[in-house]
Structures are given as C-alpha cells and as structure tokens.
C-alpha cells in the first residue's frame, strides 16, 4: 500500500477554506479506491490544540500527525532552533525575516521525521502545498541523503504567495519578508521531485511566472481532484430551489485578488441603472484585514445598503442554503482551481466567472454560456452579465471527473529512481586565516585526528599561511614540509582574493571544501557535502547553518543561526548565503570569478554574486559546523556592502531595505522605482482634484531582461516600450502611466465624473473611458483622435510616450463594449501623422 | 549542561586507545577534573561523566543502568571519587548485584592531603571496599599502597592520547610552552625562570601570568596566551620546541602526554614510574632539583641542542617512550581489572 504525507495548514471541517476541502476530498475518495492509499496528514504544533476533533473527523480515513515546537527530532540543532524561534537573532536584525521563514521550514521537516518515526516507516510520497516554501528543508534533506531518501517530495499548486501578490498590486508593501518567501516558493517549485497541478493553464502560469525551463514543466502532473458536495440539512432549501435564483452571491474570501469589490461596485451599478430589480445581494465571506472589508463596505452607497448585504459571520448550513438560492459570482482575478465554483455549479447553482482568470477563462472546462456565464474582468461588463444571468440557463454541466491521483500511478517510482550516483569527484580542503603556528598545528591535528574520506578517495589538504609563521617555524628561507598539507605562503596576514585565486589554480579536485581557521567543521558535513555534489551536477555549493559559540570554538554553543543558501533575497539583503565553511565546485567559482575588489568581504562577494548569476545552492537543514558569534570586523562596511550590492543589482532602493520580489524579474514585468506604494484605504471622494501617481510617469519604470547576471543591471524602459503580455492586472501600471495625463486634464473640466473610491481601481479607469470618449466625441463633435492630441498639448513631452503607446492602448481597448475599434485606430494615425510633422518629444 | 551526565562524548573519545578486551569496561569520572578527564580519554572502553556538584537523579539513575544493559557493561572502573560516584558504586551494586566488578583508581598523592577531601574519599574508597562492593582500589602514584595499605600493589599507568595518522607540525624551535596554574605546587616561577636563562630559548608561551616577577626579572621572552581549551593548547604544544611541566608533586601528568602525542618532549619532576623514569627520554626529561631554575636550565639547553643536533633520534626515543607506555599502561590496567 503506497502511504502518502500531506502536509497542510487547514484541514477540513475544522478550518474553511479551499485546501483543507481538498485534502478531505482526498480522504473521502480515497474510500473508494481501487487500491487505497494510507493517507497521512501533517499539521502544524498550533493545530494541536484541536488535535482530539481532527483526529476524530478523520478515524478510518487518515492518521493526522503534528508538528511539535520542540523540534526534537533535530536534535541538539533543534534545541537551538527553539531558542532562536523564541528570542530571534538580535545580532543579526536584517536576518529575522529569513530565520521566521527558514524556521517554518525546518519545523515541518522536524514535524515530518517524527510522523514517520511514529508510523514506523518512510512515506512514500510527501505532498507540500506550494505556499510559504515550506518544503524547501525536508527537499534539502533529502538531496544530502540525511533522509527521505525512498521518498518522492512533491509539491502542489495551490497558489503561492508570490503570485497571489503579484495580482493584489499596491496591497503589498515590498519588504524583505515577503521576499524571502517568494524566493522560498521558488525554491521549493524548482526543486520538487513531482509537481502536481490541477490545470494546465494554471501549471504554464507558473511556469511563465518563475520562468522555469521546459524540464521543470515536464515534471508537473496535471490531475483533476476530487469534488465533493455536502448534502444540506433543513427544507428550505429545496422549496427555495423551486423558484429562479434571483439573488447574487460573492461567497469567496475578503481578500483583494477575489475582487469582491468588483462584484460589489457591479451591484451598486446594476440597482443604479434599474432601481427596480429585485434582487438582492449577498457578500456572505470573511477576511483577515478588517481596513479593506471597512473600504469594502463604504463602497455600498447608503441608500443601498439594505440590498446589498454582509454576511460575515454564517454557519455552513446558512451559507449552504443562500448559495443554492443565489446566483453565484465569482469575480477572483487568479485562482489556481477554485473549488468553489464547481462546487456551486454541481449543485445546479448559476455561476458568474471572470474570463481574466487563467483557471477559468483559459482552461477547456468553463464555457461561456453553456455551464457558466462569464465577465471581461471589469464591473462594467459584469453588471450587463449579471443582469443577462437572471433569464439564462445552463445548458451543460461543468466536468468535474476526477483523474486517478499520481499516488496510485506508476510515475511517482519513476521520479524515484532518478538518483544516479557519479563517480566520486576528487576533493581539496583549503584552510587559511592563520595568525599563529598553533593554529596551524591545531587544524592539522584536527585533520590527522578526524579525516574526511569516500571509501577510495582521499581529499588533499591545502594551508595558505603567512610567511612570518613558516620563518618562525623553519626559521630559514626553506619552505617546512608538513604531512598532509601543501603548504601555500603569502607575504601579508590577510588573505586576499588573489591569494585564493592562486592556490585554486594549482588544484586538480574538482570540489573544494573552505576550512577558514575561525571554523569548526564537522568531518561530516564535508563528507556529506561531497556526496550531494556529485549526486547533483547542477548543485554549485552546499552549506549549512551553523551553531555559534563564544570566544572560543570548543565551548559550548549558544545559539543557532541560518544561512540561506541561493536565495536571491539573501545575496540582496543579508550576508547569510553560505557560512565560511562551505563546499563549492571549483568551476563555479573559477567561472564567478573572485574579485579583489571584494577586499576582506571576498567571500561574502563571491557567495552573493553566484547567487546573482543563477548558481544554485543546497542548504542541509543542520548546524555541523560551529562557527565564533561576533564576526571579524571588516574594512568595508554593511552599509557600504549593502549599498553596493543594491547598486549591482539595478536596485534603486535606500536601506533598510524594502526589497521588492527579485523571484519575479521578468521580462514584461516591471518593478515600481522609488515611488510611494498607496495603501488600500477607505477613502472616498467626489469629483477628483489631483492625480496622485504624478511621480510615477515621471519616473521612468525599471524594468528587467535578458539573463543571469544582467537581469538585474538597471535596464530601464519607457513607458511607450512597455507591452502588455496579457489583459491581467499586469496592464494596470501601464495604464496608470497613460492615464496620467487624461484624467489630470480632463477631469477638471468634466468634474461631473465621480470615482465611488480612491484610488481608483482598474474597472473605474477603464469604466471612466468608456464614459469619457463618447462625451468629448458628442459634445464637442470631435473625433477621438483630436481629443487625445488636445488632452496630449497641455504636457508636448508626453506626446511621445503617447503616441508609441497608441498600438498598445487600441489592443487594450478590444474587449472593451462601447468604444469604436475604428475611432481608435484612426486616433493612432491621427497622433502619429502629428506627431512625425511636429516632432513633439 | 555542566551538570548533565555524559556518556561517550566526543571528547571523551576521540583520542582514546581502542581494545577490544575493554568494550565491556566503563569508566565513570567527574567531567569537572579536567586532568582525570584527560587521562580516562585516552583509555580503551566506555565513557560516563558524572559531577560532584550534583546528586544523580532518578532518571539519570536509570538512564546509567539503561548504558550498563545496552553496551554489556561487565566493569566499572571510577576515575577518582567523590559523593556522586560513592552512591553510584551503591546503587549499582543494590540493583544490578555483584556481577557488575566494580573498581576505583585514585589520582591524588599524599602531598595534596591539606585539602582534607582527599582523605575523607580515600576513607569512603576503603569503606566500600570492605563492603565488597568495590573489588580492588588502585592508584596512578606508584608506592601508593604505602600511604593507604588497602591499595593494590601494583601501579596504573596513564596512556598517552592517540592521533589516527601522524602528524609532522610547524614547530617554532625557539619556542618554549609553559602551560602551568599559577600555584604552590604547579611551580610557575622557577619554571619561567629557568627557561629565561637559557640563550636558545627565545619565546616562552605562558597561558597563567607570572604575577610581579617583572619586578625580580625583566624578561623580553615571555608571551601570555591566556587559557586555552584542550584541543588549542594541543596545537601549541605542537608548535613549540618544548613543554614544561616541573611540578613539586605530582602523579603521571597528561601534559607530558599530551606532549609527547604530537612529538614534543615535555620536562617533569622525578615521575618515579619503573621503566620509565629511567629510559633515554625520561633521563633528558626528568629533573632532579625542583626548586632552582638554574638545575633546570641546562635539562632545557640539551633538549633545545638535540633538536638542532638530531631531531630524528629525539622523534625515535618519543616514539619509543609512547610505544613502551602504552603496552604498560593497557598491561597495568588489564592486570587491575583482572580482564
């Protein structure tokens, strides 16, 4: 019987929420399977609290483990990891972002050993939800070989934070926290033994979004999961069911990227253009920020507020019944399934989809007008649809056929058996930072007392050691000769990149182990570290976290800390990619390069800029090495480290850092600069004064291309070269762009056009322009193309931006009802032709 | 964590002789003597540290009668004695009976009675041992059966640390280590003094200071490397020409050793140890008169000599020395445990 581990946060019926319905589905189907699985979940330790109802809804069906914030299961690494959890780490303050993430990580992995110790036997499929990079620990373990290693580590597309993020724009404020766990997220997809999608279209989203290579797109499964649907209790229902559905329903979380605010302000429409519909409307969810469900609420004009309802606080049965007697909309601009709406559809609800939404409008499943009705994203467009929905009727049912799960397929053993093992490479240990000869003989010692060795092959040992010492010790011009090592003098107590350079050059291993002398390394972290290198090509270094101590190496620990390994972020921000200590393959380096400019922070320097040009790192989720607490002073300061780095990156950022998402440099996706990031807020005016987002036209937009290490030199694009990939949110700072000139212009004049809040949100621009074209082309019996040049000559300098932008604002405007294709087309000619004859810039 | 008990910890072990006879032999010493602690991890068989500063508790209790069940434990031999370790030898003989041999090895000589514990647990020794409970109670001091006639006749023998591969260290031959308390009987002054005096000697490496010897002697040499954890002082002793360990009193220092481990010779006191006191090394190490630095100066100036004149015969007699002690020492300890 194949046994598989889910690890989750919700769980079904304890907690609402699309996952944790899923993974009871599983279970529920599970019962019926030809051959059934011994299905596992892992909960966090806060769960614990209701460990004894969860463990009694899933008898029969599932064992239900839990993390524990002891994490025992790692030991005396662990015991430190509790401390640090407790009291983070003070010295490091910029680091706590990554040590809340990381220790999140490591937790399910502590939580996951001792799941399996209690069942007795390794899972064979351990199934991590793809949000929060939680997997990136238990992936980590299992690539060093310290375990898992008959199990396949996959991960499901739920949908990450990092995408969620990217479709709430201006909700987010950029920090190094959410970076952290956007590049985690990354990490963890990269990695993933299997990835199990639901959608196609919702896998090639990721795989655009991250810009994986086609291999990381062969490894994702795409299966349809299981739906169930919970009989109601009580009468009512049915007798309600008997009647049309006159009544709407936004039933998904308060949360910007389920757009409830469209759903909301498409009602306020709907009751304006005919005060005498019937039907009422129903906002029966729940949120977490109680700022956006207040901006939320102020968005129902007084006078409506008895027909447009909230609903925050409805038992499942009441929420039940007013979704069978509703008209289901979900207006959600990204989902990566939404349960939810197949739910509402087999139950022979009406719903209303977002076409903008991959998982709906681009998937083979919905279709316009047969099993769904579906809106162009904006509210404009959903209020006719909603309107069209009270006379419509599904003609087809939705398909809701769930595939076999990959657990019962032979692919999983596939995945299984792709550890080939190379022949072992040949390894250096290079130990320097040497200020006495007992330090030398110390780390001698050590390596005569304890030697790292694979069966066959035994690494060489190289010392680049002041001269003043060899003289000291030879007390003659001959170079002693020591057992064991290669002796490499320099005439300076500091070691230099070139010095590293040099004894690099003279090696024939293949793998180098760094053996500084303020380290205690473990011999078995280099053994282990050797071992993951040769069993992964595309590994380029492997490091660890680390214990730190006192003054002195050998005395007891005090606290743990964590290095991060490849994350962008931390190259970025922290100096936490790999410790000193770490194992590397010496033509990553060589091709890196070491610069002397780097001065005594050359390793900091190296470590950040393989980062930067894609190398890629495995952290072992344990402390094998111990290295002092207070760092050796260095001639360059963090700050100067840190700004120089931020200026290598094309980052114009100040410090402390907000960081937006390096995950996310994508061609056609841009970062904003420098400029303020307007929070969501209740505010709501009439007639607009000023257009706040001025600077942010004048600003060019940075933008990002090409590779590796260009990616992020600062190429910047002016906003007439932007190109709108898709009609997804994306667009909107492009809009915003444009639109900075219209609105500035015009709507002092035409103060009649009233924004319901501030700031205005995509739908109220494009509903502004759809109302504002015709009126300048009626009133003033001008053509579209002559109101846009008039609007342009109040700023010449924007004419430029305008007109190149003109092929991109008339594919913008195709979806849009209510304006002329041929009025636009003949405005770009017309602003061309001035533009060519005048030559505005 | 201090007062935590150890067992087989790595520094415990790591430089520990290994003998297949001894696998059912545990040691039990205090983790807080650090000299008894040095010479029990060079010795063959299993390792416990207890503390004297603590009561073993119920869970430690039978945690340690868990060890003896899991690894076979047949012997139990007590690296010096305190409280802890007198209850211990009851309640191990109450629970697990006489099949587990138990047995104990002092440390002290008689000059360190004016620190009266020493006599209260020579007497609690003897006591346990007309109980039975204790087979046979031995002694690093040789003669020590003259201070207590209880005491087995024979001597134990301290083993030397091992190093899995030898090592061949940048060693400083001007360089002299002194790694001595600041104490009565550790002798600092005349030891500093002494190796002031000789012209070969250019650095003297002292981990205590010589408090106001600058106001009798105003020495260029002296370097102070303050307290260093043991695997470090290691690394000096390697880096340096020689160690000095002249003590008034003393049983097997591990100093000397220690030294010797990683090819440094190392001069002490009259050791007194049949074989071994009077071999070449023991001849150029061993000084006769403890108080006058300038009776120890020429044993320094000889030793510092050789090593310009004929390292290799000074690494041949090391090598030799260690060789002999450690066949007496795993010969006195398989006679005294009777395995």
């Known amino acids: 019987m194949v046994s598989v581990c889910f690890v989750t946060n919700e769980l079904y019926p304890l907690k609402p929420g699309g996952i944790g319905r899923l993974m009871y589905n599983f279970a529920i189907d599970n019962l019926e399977a030809p051959t059934p699985a011994d299905l596992h979940y892992l909960l966090p330790a806060d769960a614990r609290g209701e460990a004894d109802a969860i463990r009694d809804a899933y008898t029969g069906l599932a064992t239900v483990h839990f993390c524990s914030d002891e994490l025992s299961s790692l030991g005396e690494f662990g015991q430190y990891l509790r401390q640090l959890g407790e009291s983070g780490d003070p010295d490091v303050p910029r680091s706590s972002n990554l040590d809340e993430h990381f220790l999140k990580s490591l937790k399910y992995y502590s939580g996951l050993l001792a799941a399996q110790a209690t069942a007795g036997f390794d899972f064979d499929i351990i199934e991590f939800p793809d949000f929060g990079g939680w997997a990136v620990a238990a992936q980590a373990a299992k690539k060093a070989g310290l375990a898992f290693k008959n199990s396949v580590i996959s991960v499901r597309l739920h949908s990450t934070f990092g995408l969620i993020t990217l479709a709430e724009r201006y909700y987010h404020r950029p920090s190094l926290w959410l970076s952290a766990i956007w590049d985690m997220e990354r990490i963890s997809l990269q990695d993933a033994d299997l990835v199990v999608g639901h959608l196609e279209s919702i896998a090639d989203y990721n795989a655009r979004a991250y810009r994986f290579p086609q291999t990381w797109r062969s490894r994702v499964i795409t299966e349809f999961p299981p739906i169930t649907i919970d009989e109601p209790t009580g009468g009512s229902v049915r007798m309600a069911a008997r009647r049309p559905a006159q009544d709407f329903v936004f039933s998904s979380r308060l949360q910007p990227f389920k757009r409830p605010d469209t759903f909301i302000r498409a009602a306020v429409r709907m009751l304006r253009d005919d005060p005498a519909c019937p039907s009422l409307f129903h906002v029966a969810s729940y949120g977490w920020d109680q700022t956006y469900i207040q901006w939320l609420e102020s968005l129902v004009p007084v006078d409506l507020r008895l027909r447009i309802r909230f609903h925050p606080t409805l038992t499942q049965d009441e929420r039940a019944q007013l979704l069978r007697r509703s008209i289901v909309v979900i207006p959600s601009i990204y989902e990566s399934l939404c349960l939810f709406a197949y739910e509402s559809a087999m139950v022979g609800s009406k719903v209303i989809l977002n076409r903008e939404c991959a998982a709906f409008g681009s998937g083979p499943r919905w279709q316009d007008g047969v099993n769904c009705l579906m809106f162009d994203g904006n509210y404009v467009h959903l209020a006719e649809v909603m309107k069209n929905a009270l006379t419509w009727t599904a003609s087809g049912l939705v398909d809701a056929t769930p595939d076999v799960p990959y657990w019962e397929s032979h692919e999983t053993a596939a995945a299984i058996a792709s550890t080939a093992v190379a022949e072992p490479s040949r390894l250096a240990v290079l130990c320097y930072g040497f200020s006495t000869l007992a330090e030398v003989n110390r780390q001698l010692l050590r390596v005569a007392d304890r030697p790292v060795g694979r069966s066959s092959v035994d690494p060489t040992y190289h010392a680049i050691v002041p001269r003043a010492l060899l003289k000291e010790a030879s007390g003659a011009a001959r170079l002693p000769v020591v057992a064991g090592f290669q002796l490499h003098p320099i005439d300076s107590w500091e070691v230099t990149a070139d010095d590293i350079d040099a004894v690099l050059g003279q090696m024939t291993a293949e793998v180098v182990a760094f053996s500084p002398v303020d380290m205690l390394v473990d011999p078995i972290f280099i053994e282990t570290a050797w071992k993951a290198l040769d069993a992964d090509p595309a590994l380029a270094a492997v490091t660890s976290h680390t214990l730190m101590t006192g003054d002195d190496l050998d005395t007891t620990p005090l606290k743990a800390r964590l290095y991060a390994g490849g994350l962008l972020t931390a190259a970025a921000a922290t100096t936490r990619v790999c410790h000193r200590a770490s194992i590397f393959r010496r033509d990553a380096i060589k091709r890196v390069g070491l610069l002397m400019d780097g001065g005594d922070r050359w390793y900091e320097d190296l470590c950040a800029r393989m980062v930067d040009t894609g190398c890629r790192f495995l952290c072992l989720p344990a402390a094998p090495v111990r290295e002092k607490a207070v760092r050796p002073h260095s001639r360059i300061s963090d700050e100067l480290y840190f700004s120089t780095r931020a200026n290598d990156l094309g980052l114009q950022l100040e410090l402390p850092y907000p960081l937006g998402s390096l995950s996310h440099t994508l061609p056609g996706d841009f970062r904003m600069g420098d400029a303020p990031i307007p929070e969501i807020r209740p505010y709501r005016t009439v007639g607009v004064k000023s257009w706040p987002h001025a600077n942010f036209a004048r600003s060019e937009i940075t933008s990002s291309k090409g590779t590796d290490r260009d990616r992020y030199r600062d190429i910047k694009v002016r906003v007439g070269d932007l190109r709108i990939k898709n009609r997804g949110w994306d667009s909107v700072q492009f809009k915003l762009a444009v639109f900075n000139n219209l609105p500035e212009i015009s709507l002092r004049e035409q103060s009649d056009i009233i924004f319901d809040s501030w700031p205005p949100s995509r739908s109220d621009q494009w509903g502004h322009l759809v109302e504002y074209c015709p009126r300048v082309q009626e009133g003033k019996g001008q053509t579209i193309a002559e109101a846009l040049l008039e609007l342009s000559l109040e700023d010449r300098s924007r004419l430029g931006s305008l007109v190149r932008a003109l092929p991109t604002i008339v594919k913008a405007a195709e979806p849009i009802k209510g304006i002329d294709q041929g009025a636009w087309v003949h405005a770009a000619e017309a602003l061309r032709e001035h533009w060519e004859r005048d030559g505005w810039e | ?339």
């Open chain 2, 1 to 339: 964590m201090e007062n935590q008990i150890t067992f087989g910890a790595d520094r415990d072990v790591s430089v520990a002789h290994e003998d297949p006879a001894f696998d059912g032999v545990l040691h039990i010493f205090d983790s807080h003597w650090h000299g008894i602690r040095s010479a029990t991890g060079c010795l063959p068989g299993r390792k416990l540290g207890i503390s004297h500063k603590k009561h073993l508790d119920g869970g430690e209790l039978r945690h340690i009668e868990g060890l003896i069940y899991k690894w076979g434990i047949h012997t139990i031999c007590y690296q010096g004695y305190s409280n802890t370790a007198d209850e211990l030898v009851g309640i191990i003989h109450e629970s697990l009976g006489s099949e587990i041999r138990q047995f104990c090895i002092t440390h002290v000589t008689a000059t360190q009675f004016e620190n009266h514990f020493e006599m209260h647990m020579l007497g609690k020794m003897a006591a346990r041992l007309r109980e039975n409970k204790l087979r046979r109670l031995g002694s690093v001091k040789p003669g020590f059966s003259s201070v207590c006639p209880v005491f087995w006749g024979g001597t134990i023998v301290n083993l030397p640390p091992v190093l899995k591969r030898s090592v061949k260290p940048l060693r400083s031959l001007d360089t002299v280590l002194i790694p001595l308390e600041n104490s009565w009987r550790k002798n600092l002054y005349t030891n500093v003094l002494a190796a002031d005096a000789v012209p070969e000697v250019a650095r003297i490496l002292l981990v205590n200071q010589p408090s106001f010897l600058d106001e009798v002697s105003q020495s260029m040499k002296l370097r102070i490397i303050g307290f260093q954890t043991p695997s470090v002082l290691l690394g000096y002793m390697a880096s340096s020409a020689l160690v000095m360990n002249v003590t008034l009193a003393e049983c097997q220092p591990m100093s000397q050793l220690e030294a010797l481990a990683v090819g440094t010779p190392c001069l002490t006191g009259p050791l007194g140890l049949r074989g071994f006191s009077d071999h070449p090394l023991g001849r150029l190490t061993e000084v006769a008169v403890l108080d006058n630095p300038g009776e120890i100066a020429p044993k320094i100036a000889t030793l510092m000599r050789l090593w310009q004149s004929d390292p290799k015969e000074l690494a041949e007699m090391i090598a030799d020395f260690k060789e002999k002690r450690t066949a007496a020492g795993i010969a006195s300890y398989r006679e005294f445990l009777d395995i």
